[in-house]
Protein backbone atom coordinates (compact mmCIF):
# COMPACT_ATOMS: atom_id res chain seq x y z
CA UNK A 1 0.00 0.00 0.00
CA UNK A 2 1.56 3.43 -1.44
CA UNK A 3 0.23 6.63 0.90
CA UNK A 4 0.28 9.77 1.45
CA UNK A 5 -1.20 11.31 4.83
CA UNK A 6 -2.31 15.13 4.58
CA UNK A 7 -3.53 16.97 7.36
CA UNK A 8 -3.01 20.52 9.12
CA UNK A 9 -0.74 21.10 12.06
CA UNK A 10 -1.96 19.75 15.03
CA UNK A 11 -4.30 17.33 13.19
CA UNK A 12 -2.55 14.05 14.57
CA UNK A 13 -0.41 13.13 11.40
CA UNK A 14 2.66 11.99 13.10
CA UNK A 15 1.07 9.74 15.44
CA UNK A 16 -1.07 8.60 12.45
CA UNK A 17 1.43 8.05 10.35
CA UNK A 18 3.17 5.66 13.18
CA UNK A 19 0.85 3.87 13.57
CA UNK A 20 -1.06 3.11 10.32
CA UNK A 21 2.46 2.80 8.28
CA UNK A 22 2.88 0.17 11.20
CA UNK A 23 -0.47 -1.82 10.93
CA UNK A 24 0.27 -1.55 7.18
CA UNK A 25 3.94 -2.91 7.62
CA UNK A 26 5.46 -0.41 5.58
CA UNK A 27 7.93 2.61 6.50
CA UNK A 28 6.42 5.55 7.49
CA UNK A 29 8.50 8.53 5.33
CA UNK A 30 8.36 11.94 6.48
CA UNK A 31 10.84 14.71 5.00
CA UNK A 32 12.14 15.63 8.17
CA UNK A 33 13.63 12.39 8.16
CA UNK A 34 14.78 12.22 4.93
CA UNK A 35 16.06 15.70 5.21
CA UNK A 36 17.86 14.71 8.41
CA UNK A 37 19.40 11.57 7.19
CA UNK A 38 20.75 13.12 4.19
CA UNK A 39 22.46 16.16 5.90
CA UNK A 40 24.10 13.82 8.61
CA UNK A 41 24.82 11.09 5.77
CA UNK A 42 26.65 14.17 4.33
CA UNK A 43 24.98 13.06 0.68
CA UNK A 44 25.39 15.12 -2.04
CA UNK A 45 21.70 16.01 -1.57
CA UNK A 46 22.16 16.56 1.85
CA UNK A 47 25.00 18.79 1.23
CA UNK A 48 22.68 20.77 -1.16
CA UNK A 49 19.65 21.18 1.34
CA UNK A 50 21.85 22.13 4.56
CA UNK A 51 23.40 25.31 2.42
CA UNK A 52 19.69 26.23 2.02
CA UNK A 53 18.48 25.58 5.87
CA UNK A 54 21.59 27.51 6.80
CA UNK A 55 20.79 30.40 5.49
CA UNK A 56 16.97 29.64 6.70
CA UNK A 57 15.32 29.24 3.15
CA UNK A 58 13.20 26.61 2.29
CA UNK A 59 14.83 23.47 0.09
CA UNK A 60 14.16 23.73 -3.50
CA UNK A 61 11.71 21.36 -4.64
CA UNK A 62 13.61 19.35 -7.33
CA UNK A 63 15.94 18.78 -4.14
CA UNK A 64 13.24 17.74 -1.88
CA UNK A 65 11.86 15.32 -4.74
CA UNK A 66 15.04 13.71 -5.40
CA UNK A 67 15.60 13.27 -1.95
CA UNK A 68 12.33 11.43 -1.41
CA UNK A 69 12.95 9.76 -5.02
CA UNK A 70 16.05 8.19 -3.37
CA UNK A 71 13.70 6.92 -0.28
CA UNK A 72 11.34 5.46 -1.81
CA UNK A 73 13.89 3.69 -4.29
CA UNK A 74 14.95 1.99 -0.86
CA UNK A 75 14.19 -2.03 -0.51
CA UNK A 76 11.95 -1.17 2.79
CA UNK A 77 9.52 0.93 0.17
CA UNK A 78 9.55 -2.16 -2.30
CA UNK A 79 6.47 -3.20 -0.54
CA UNK A 80 4.90 0.61 0.19
CA UNK A 81 5.43 3.16 2.29
CA UNK A 82 3.23 6.36 4.07
CA UNK A 83 4.48 9.64 3.47
CA UNK A 84 3.93 12.40 6.08
CA UNK A 85 4.38 15.87 5.29
CA UNK A 86 4.96 15.30 1.19
CA UNK A 87 3.80 16.54 -0.96
CA UNK A 88 2.64 20.13 0.37
CA UNK A 89 2.17 21.62 -3.41
CA UNK A 90 0.74 20.37 -6.94
CA UNK A 91 4.32 20.64 -8.37
CA UNK A 92 6.00 17.98 -5.73
CA UNK A 93 2.90 15.82 -5.94
CA UNK A 94 3.48 15.59 -9.80
CA UNK A 95 6.80 15.51 -9.24
CA UNK A 96 6.14 12.57 -6.87
CA UNK A 97 4.05 11.07 -9.93
CA UNK A 98 6.74 10.96 -12.03
CA UNK A 99 9.21 9.82 -9.82
CA UNK A 100 6.34 6.98 -8.84
CA UNK A 101 6.04 6.05 -12.56
CA UNK A 102 9.45 6.14 -12.93
CA UNK A 103 9.65 3.22 -10.25
CA UNK A 104 6.91 1.35 -11.93
CA UNK A 105 4.08 2.44 -9.40
CA UNK A 106 1.68 5.07 -8.14
CA UNK A 107 -0.35 5.82 -4.73
CA UNK A 108 -3.01 3.94 -3.92
CA UNK A 109 -4.86 6.46 -1.42
CA UNK A 110 -4.43 10.25 -0.05
CA UNK A 111 -5.93 10.05 3.74
CA UNK A 112 -6.58 13.94 4.51
CA UNK A 113 -7.24 14.01 8.69
CA UNK A 114 -9.99 16.90 9.06
CA UNK A 115 -10.05 18.58 12.15
CA UNK A 116 -12.12 22.59 12.70
CA UNK A 117 -10.10 25.01 12.77
CA UNK A 118 -11.12 26.09 16.65
CA UNK A 119 -10.28 22.84 18.14
CA UNK A 120 -6.81 22.56 15.87
CA UNK A 121 -6.46 26.33 17.65
CA UNK A 122 -7.27 24.73 21.39
CA UNK A 123 -4.84 21.39 20.34
CA UNK A 124 -1.97 23.93 18.94
CA UNK A 125 -1.98 26.50 21.59
CA UNK A 126 -2.28 24.14 24.19
CA UNK A 127 1.29 22.64 23.37
CA UNK A 128 3.64 23.30 26.47
CA UNK A 129 7.43 22.52 26.78
CA UNK A 130 9.96 22.49 29.62
CA UNK A 131 11.77 25.16 29.68
CA UNK A 132 14.97 26.14 32.54
CA UNK A 133 12.31 23.79 34.65
CA UNK A 134 9.71 25.73 33.73
CA UNK A 135 6.64 24.91 31.43
CA UNK A 136 6.42 27.40 28.45
CA UNK A 137 4.48 27.49 25.48
CA UNK A 138 6.36 27.78 21.64
CA UNK A 139 6.14 31.08 20.22
CA UNK A 140 4.62 29.34 17.15
CA UNK A 141 1.89 28.03 19.33
CA UNK A 142 0.54 31.30 20.03
CA UNK A 143 -3.24 31.30 19.32
CA UNK A 144 -2.11 34.16 16.41
CA UNK A 145 0.81 32.28 15.13
CA UNK A 146 -1.19 29.42 15.23
CA UNK A 147 -4.34 30.74 12.91
CA UNK A 148 -1.43 32.22 10.64
CA UNK A 149 0.07 28.80 10.45
CA UNK A 150 -3.25 27.27 9.75
CA UNK A 151 -4.16 29.76 6.85
CA UNK A 152 -1.18 29.17 4.69
CA UNK A 153 -1.49 25.72 4.93
CA UNK A 154 -5.25 26.57 3.93
CA UNK A 155 -3.55 27.79 0.82
CA UNK A 156 -1.45 25.13 0.21
CA UNK A 157 -3.05 22.52 0.56
CA UNK A 158 -6.83 23.04 -0.34
CA UNK A 159 -5.39 22.52 -4.43
CA UNK A 160 -3.47 19.68 -3.06
CA UNK A 161 -6.50 17.92 -2.11
CA UNK A 162 -8.67 19.24 -4.78
CA UNK A 163 -6.02 17.49 -6.80
CA UNK A 164 -5.61 14.24 -5.57
CA UNK A 165 -9.67 13.90 -5.30
CA UNK A 166 -9.68 14.69 -9.64
CA UNK A 167 -7.23 11.99 -9.20
CA UNK A 168 -9.79 9.51 -7.43
CA UNK A 169 -7.26 9.01 -4.57
CA UNK A 170 -8.51 11.29 -1.86
CA UNK A 171 -10.58 9.65 1.09
CA UNK A 172 -11.10 12.53 4.47
CA UNK A 173 -11.08 11.03 7.95
CA UNK A 174 -12.54 12.96 10.76
CA UNK A 175 -9.48 13.50 13.34
CA UNK A 176 -11.37 14.28 16.19
CA UNK A 177 -11.68 11.63 18.97
CA UNK A 178 -9.10 9.66 20.54
CA UNK A 179 -6.26 8.24 18.63
CA UNK A 180 -7.70 4.55 18.34
CA UNK A 181 -11.11 5.75 16.85
CA UNK A 182 -9.14 8.07 14.59
CA UNK A 183 -6.71 4.59 13.15
CA UNK A 184 -9.88 2.46 13.09
CA UNK A 185 -11.26 5.54 10.52
CA UNK A 186 -7.96 5.33 8.70
CA UNK A 187 -7.64 1.62 8.31
CA UNK A 188 -11.29 1.43 7.08
CA UNK A 189 -10.66 3.40 4.60
CA UNK A 190 -7.54 1.85 3.02
CA UNK A 191 -9.26 -0.95 3.09
CA UNK A 192 -11.96 0.14 0.89
CA UNK A 193 -8.61 0.81 -1.52
Same mark, same amino acid.
Given at each position: ???????????? @???? *?????? @? /?? #?????????? =??? %????? &??????????????? %??? &??? %?????????? !??????????????????????? +?? /??????????????? #? &?? +????? =????? =?? /? #??? @???????? @? !???????????????? !??????????????????????????? *????????
Amino acid at each position: MRVVLLGPPGAG @KGTQ *AQIIAG @K /LG #VPAISTGDIF =RAN %VSGRT &ELGQQAKTYMDAGDL %VPD &EIT %VAMVRDRLAE !PDAEVGFLLDGFPRTIAQAEQLR +ES /LAELGTGLDRVLELV #V &EE +EELVR =RLSGR =RM /L #VDG @KMVQREDD @K !PETVRHRLEVHREQTA !PLSDFYEAEGLLVTIGAVGSVEEVTAR *AMAALGRA
